[in-house]
Nanobody, 121 residues
C-alpha cells in the first residue's frame, strides 16, 4: 500500500522560506514521477512542480520553488523561497504510475493528506 505523508507547512511572513517534505512508503520514488499540487482557499487544486528525469514547474513558482528528492530517504522536497501571500494553500504530494512528469492532477494516482502553508503580508 502506497502512503505519502507531507510535513513542513506552517505560518510565515511574506519573503520567508519553507521546505516541505513528502515521505513515501510502499513504493520507491526513484521509479515514479512525483509532484506537488496546492489548493488555495476558494480555489481549485493547481499544479506546482513535478520531478522525474526532469523537473517541471508552474509559471507562478518558477525561480522561487525547487523540487528535489532524496532516494535514500524515499522523500521528495519542495523548497519554497520568497513566499507570497498568494502561495497560501494546502500543499499536496502526489505520485503517478509512470516515470514522466505531468502537470495534470488526473495523471496522479496516489495523494497525501496535505500540509497547510499560510503566508501573511
Amino acid at each position: 500500500q502506497v502512503e505519502l505523508v507531507e510535513s513542513g507547512g506552517g505560518l510565515v511572513q511574506a519573503g520567508a522560506s519553507l521546505r516541505l517534505s513528502c515521505a513515501a512508503s510502499g513504493r520507491t520514488i526513484s521509479n515514479y514521477a512525483m509532484a506537488w499540487f496546492r489548493q488555495g482557499p476558494g480555489k481549485e487544486r493547481e499544479f506546482v512542480a513535478a520531478i522525474s528525469w526532469s523537473s517541471l514547474y508552474a509559471d507562478s513558482v518558477k525561480g522561487r520553488f525547487t523540487i528535489s528528492r532524496d532516494n535514500a530517504k524515499n522523500t521528495v522536497y519542495l523548497q519554497m523561497n520568497s513566499l507570497k501571500p498568494e502561495d497560501t494553500a494546502v500543499y499536496y504530494c502526489a505520485s503517478r504510475e509512470y516515470y514522466r512528469s505531468s502537470s495534470n492532477q488526473y495523471d496522479y494516482r496516489y495523494w497525501g493528506q496535505g500540509t497547510q502553508v499560510t503566508v501573511s503580508s
